[in-house]
């Protein structure tokens, strides 16, 4: 008996090994716990537009796409399982979607030659590829959007915000942490108050948070939440009847899903974007034929269009088009890790690009550079409409005060490389 | 058959007292010591390390440890995660050189001891978790049961904001996580990203056996019987002369220093990088208890046993319904607490004292077959 069961499981692990990968991409996704809610729409979208490519165009320059999922939890212990077991066979790139497993990787990443994209979240000072060979940010970070919610409140006061006050209410964590160097800057700049109110993993007891808020009557509320945090936060600030516009969250505070929960009261709540919403796009039309249609679409095939969708969807477009960069530069379908990094550094987001994908205005243009792995900082803000019950843009895409940011991002790249001893390239 | 005294005799006092006294026992954990030691670094990899290894053999120091406490002194404590912590930051300061500000004229001046090497960094460790272990320790003098549970998960709360507070122990990093750079023994890295499958794995075993061998020779000596008195009836313990007051502080001394080995071992070697709220939360907590709990209290095999339960089963679980059967991985994950959950109360409704004494009936029957009359 226990030698059958033994046979069957490593009959059964052995089965596992992959049918020899062509471009294997791994989708490190959470579908489960407390962050299921966002974590869901955005591996829906990663995994659809590689779905689509595959059967489509037959993959990317002739090359299968062969898709890996493997569930996190949004838990590091087992985002390094993840990683472990699924970096053989030359895996392309990690996604991870948890700034927390994607410290864990850098290094790893790094020493096993694997790219990581970690877009519009991660380790910020990334951004300096002269320090961070292997990791990518772009099109946006964290400092970024920090000082995009700044610009956005500066544009609205008439660029005098010196007797205001901003209170950052944050998840508790290596996340909730990164805007805070870059908001004190910015309020030395900009003669704002701030306070900082940190909200402990998962997020679902905000109640003393939102009580200070309501006492202290902060001008505007910006928000660094992820999972169930978003969805009480948003609720509490309804319960307190918080002016909904001074209300602005990091872009992974802006989905549907955080929103809806608190009814029509949560109208007027502003987040932050790196690309555009909805899905007026030709790129859904085929979606819609080739995945949905043909019964392929990942998870239950109901989150088509939302923003975290777009973003999944987004950052799978980003790693197709690496991949065309990399196959166009070494001349090769079947590409290697190391081939991958070398498209990622080289890649550049034109409009026509977009427009040739079914993309047409969906983000802004980027190039990537040796020296420069986190694109231009360039990000939108956009509102919820409870009517119409979707989020839209409400500013034009505009650039993050890169002045503060570039001497933070080179602080904190170099301690690290001088941690680490790494030697600078790009000379 | 197997495990019989018969023809194996002992002509000493010590020899009938060692841990093994049947010879097929004794050969049989021979083996595994060669086996873990001498065979299993050459063949294993970069999976079997970090996904099973690892976590295996640190869980079995921080059980070994809490096993201590609850088991042995029957003192129950919530605080695991917020020890293992204590433990993670210590070995942190440690290794990157611990920073000490003295106000001098005026302002404040750094100064830093070298780095100390990453085995005595631990060691260390595990010496300042024992100290905060004893502080958390004192209100058990008063309180018992469930409401020295309540005292220690206090403990485990006030810990995990402390770390997330206080700067100094992160070395003011923007993030507030530590990560633990490069550290090597003899030249052979043992944390960062470059370190050997081998390596890693050797130095938590190096650990692992220590502790076991301590924590064994502890409990069955003076010291473990005082805290067992204690455990079991602790008016009657104090009237045959134990005090109370130094059993029970020993007891979280020494289980907090195992945990505290356990939490370096967890973040320098087996993360690399760790955030306190994440890593060492209440359910690091309540994951060590059930270990013990399931594993078998008062047993240092139950807490191999225990670890190996709840690190290894979700792994082959997973293994088994996403690599071999294809199935989504969100049904997976679900399907998995559903199973582990389910064994668990099986288990336990099939033995209340957990897997060490399912093992020590499995070993009486063994020793009667095939005549069991």
């Not at chain 1, 829906?44 to 595959?54: C, I, R």
């Not at chain 2, 009657?236 to 080995?261: D, M, T, Y």
């Not at chain 2, 709220?277 to 594993?295: C, D, H, P, Q, R």
Request: hydrophobic share 45%.
């Amino acid at each position: 008996m226990k030698q059958k069961l033994l046979t069957a499981v490593t009959a059964a692990v052995m089965a596992a090994g992959p049918a020899l990968a062509e471009l294997k991409i791994v989708d490190t996704s959470y579908r489960t716990g407390p962050y299921a809610a966002n974590g869901i729409p955005f591996s829906d979208g990663y995994q659809d537009y590689f779905t689509l490519l595959n059967e489509r165009d037959g993959g990317i320059g002739g090359e299968m796409i062969n898709l890996v999922e493997c569930e996190t939890g949004y838990n590091t212990e087992k985002g390094v399982e993840c990683y472990e077991g699924t970096k053989g066979d030359d895996s392309l790139v990690y996604q991870p979607l948890s700034t927390g497993i994607t410290y864990q990787l850098i290094p790893k990443a790094s020493a096993d030659g694997i790219p990581l994209h970690t877009m519009g979240y991660g380790r910020t000072s990334a951004k300096n590829g002269s320090v961070f060979k292997w990791v990518f940010n772009y099109p946006a970070n964290y400092w970024d959007g920090a000082s995009h919610a700044v610009t956005h409140i500066l544009n609205q006061n008439d660029g005098d915000i010196g007797d205001k006050t901003i209170a950052l209410v944050y998840h508790n964590s290596a996340y909730g942490k990164e805007p805070i160097r870059t908001l004190e800057k910015l309020s030395e700049k900009h003669g704002y108050d701030l306070t900082l109110l940190p909200v402990d993993h998962p997020g679902q007891e905000q109640k003393s948070q939102w009580l200070q808020i309501r006492r202290e009557k902060p001008d505007y509320v910006i928000m660094w939440g992820w999972g169930v945090m978003n969805q009480v936060a948003i609720q509490e600030a309804v319960n307190i009847r918080f002016p909904m516009e001074n209300f602005i969250g990091i872009w992974w505070s802006g989905s549907e899903n955080d929103v809806k929960a608190a009814g029509e009261r949560a109208d007027g709540y502003k987040a932050l974007t790196f690309h555009n919403l909805g899905r007026d796009y030709p790129v859904y039309d085929d979606i819609q034929e080739y995945v949905v249609d043909a019964g392929l679409a990942a998870g239950a095939g109901d989150q088509i269009g939302s923003v975290l969708y777009n973003r999944g969807m987004y950052a799978a477009m980003l790693a197709a088009e690496a991949v065309k960069t990399a196959q166009e530069m070494h001349g090769v379908a079947a590409i290697t890790p190391e081939q991958m990094r070398d498209g990622m550094e080289n890649l550049e987001i034109t409009e026509e690009k977009m427009a040739a994908i079914g993309l047409p205005n969906f983000g802004p243009e980027f190039t990537v550079t040796c020296e420069n792995h986190g694109g231009n900082g360039l990000g939108a803000v956009s509102q919820w409409d409870a009517e119409a019950g979707k989020f839209e843009l409400i500013t034009d895409y505009y650039q993050s005060d890169q002045e503060i940011i570039q001497e933070l991002v080179k602080e904190d790249s170099m301690s690290f490389a001088e941690e680490n001893d790494i030697e600078l390239r790009c000379d | 058959m197997f495990y019989r005294e018969a023809g194996d005799f002992k002509t000493s006092y010590e020899a009938d007292n060692q841990t093994f006294p049947i010879k097929f026992d004794r050969y049989r954990y021979y083996a595994v010591l060669v086996i873990a030691f001498a065979m299993v670094p050459f063949v294993i990899n970069d999976y079997w390390v970090n996904a099973v290894f690892l976590p295996f053999l640190i869980y079995s120091i921080a059980a070994i440890g809490l096993n201590i406490l609850v088991g042995y002194c029957g003192q129950v404590s919530l605080g695991t995660g917020g020890f293992m912590a204590v433990g993670a930051y210590a070995c942190y300061k440690f290794m990157t050189g611990l920073d000490i500000w003295l106000m001098q004229d005026g302002e404040w001046v750094r100064y830093a001891l070298p780095e100390i090497n990453i085995f005595f960094s631990v060691i260390l460790a595990g010496l300042v978790t024992s100290v905060v272990g004893v502080l958390f320790g004192l209100p058990s003098l008063r309180i018992k049961g469930f409401y020295l549970a309540v005292a220690t998960l206090a403990a485990q709360f006030f810990l995990v904001w402390l770390f997330n507070k206080w700067s100094w122990t992160y070395n003011y990093s923007a993030s507030g996580q530590i990560s633990a750079p490069e550290r090597t023994i003899m030249g052979v890295p043992v944390t960062g990203a470059e370190t050997a499958p081998w390596a890693a794995y050797l130095f938590c075993l190096v650990f692992l056996t220590l502790s076991a061998l301590i924590a064994r020779n502890l409990t069955r000596g003076m010291a473990g019987r005082k805290w067992m008195a204690i455990r079991d009836m602790d008016i009657a313990a104090e009237i045959i002369g134990v005090n109370p007051l130094k059993a029970k502080l020993s007891a979280f001394a020494v289980s907090s220093f195992f945990v505290g080995i356990a939490g370096a071992l967890f973040f320098a070697v087996y993360l690399g990088a760790v955030e306190v709220g994440e890593a060492f939360g209440i359910n690091k907590s309540f994951l060590v208890l059930f270990m013990v709990i399931i594993g078998g209290l008062g047993s240092i095999f139950g807490s191999f046993a225990g670890a190996a339960f709840l690190v290894l089963l979700p792994v082959l679980l997973k293994n088994t319904l996403v690599g071999g059967l294809g199935w989504p991985t969100d049904l997976a994950a679900h399907l998995e607490f559903i199973i582990v959950g389910g064994l668990i109360v099986t288990f336990l409704v099939a033995e209340p004292h957990g897997l060490a004494q399912l093992w020590r009936v499995t070993k009486e029957k063994l020793r009667l077959w095939p005549f069991p009359h």
